[in-house]
């Protein structure tokens, strides 16, 4: 008897709240549709899923039809790179050819000598001579290999290298970094952005670095004094120019080795610490101040392509 009253009221329990249900999804409010769309192709750590190098657009790099690789400033910074020849170490098809000991960039990208096919920011970076370029200013480094005279005008085929650099941020940055390495190694960089004005229309960024160090080998040393100022002017959320400025003076020891001597030639004799080259020739002093402004204009529908893929320098 008992049993059959406690079946009655669970029955009639799930009737009522069957009910309930019932009258509760006869009152619900249909809210309109949203749709949000959104894109994967950002950088993140050592990966970097789009490149302008290629083609001057903001390609996705699986969608190229040439052969690109990406240094991205998040692997420089875990590496400590210095110099934008060590940056390049992990780019394959890329060597290192006749530095001088550290003292110019002169890279070979697929057999070809590249030391003047290194771009800044899209533009020819080298009119004239060799010299060491730093990667206190650098966001990432684009290496294109194969022909690219096609964009680029004339070049050696082997393909070339596009040094990206940090741009001015709407808001406030300050970064103090300091190294010390071995053979008294000690370099200092500094990076600072943000508004100069109310309303985010003039934007700065300013990346400065002294380095100072020895080698392995005896009288062999570098001292170098970079700054890099770029200031960006948004005439619009269109249209906005950039100027950007680079000064370096580098005093750095020229280090070719130790000479061959003999027939068949052999290492000359002496302890592989010693700097053979007289000291007067040794030195040299490269003082370089490189300006230049972009203008740059976005096309296409901003209320839907946000970052406005076409755009015109």
Do not use: C
């Not at 420089?76 to 060590?86: A, N």
């Amino acid at each position: 008897m008992n049993h059959s009253k406690n079946i009655t009221n669970i029955g009639a329990a799930l009737g009522a709240l069957l009910a309930a249900l019932t009258t509760r999804s006869e009152e619900l409010v249909i809210l309109p549709e949203i749709t949000v769309t959104g894109s994967t192709a950002t950088d993140t750590g050592y990966r970097a899923d789009t490149a302008t190098t290629a083609t001057k657009t903001d390609t996705p790099i699986f969608d190229l039809p040439v052969s690109i690789q990406v240094v991205p400033r998040e692997l420089v910074d875990d590496r400590q790179v210095i110099l934008l020849q060590d940056a390049l170490e992990t780019v394959s098809g890329v060597v290192p050819f006749a530095t001088g000991g550290s003292a110019f960039d002169s890279p070979r990208i697929r057999g070809f000598e590249a030391f003047r096919n290194i771009y800044r920011d899209g533009f020819r970076g080298r009119f004239f001579g060799n010299y060491i370029e730093s990667t206190a200013h650098l966001e990432r480094v684009d290496v294109l290999k194969g022909p690219a005279s096609v964009l680029y005008g004339r070049m050696e085929p082997g393909g070339l290298i596009n040094q990206v650099s940090k741009q001015p941020l709407a808001a406030p940055y300050y970064s103090l970094h300091q190294q010390f390495g071995s053979f008294d190694l000690y370099r200092t960089t500094l990076d600072a952005a943000g508004p100069l004005t109310e309303y985010q229309s003039l934007l700065y960024r300013v990346n400065f670095e002294y380095l100072d160090s020895g080698s392995f080998r005896d009288f062999v040393g570098a001292e170098t004094v970079f700054v890099a100022p770029v200031l960006s002017w948004n005439l619009s959320d269109r249209t906005h120019i950039t100027l950007n400025l680079q000064y370096q003076h580098s005093d750095r020891v020229m280090d070719r080795g130790l000479v061959a001597i003999g027939d068949p030639p052999r290492i000359a004799p002496i302890p592989f610490k010693v700097h053979a080259q007289p000291a007067r020739r040794a030195w040299m002093t490269i003082s370089l101040a490189r300006p230049f402004w972009v203008t740059l204009h976005r096309y296409g529908d901003l209320a839907t392509f946000a970052d406005a893929p076409w755009r015109l320098r």
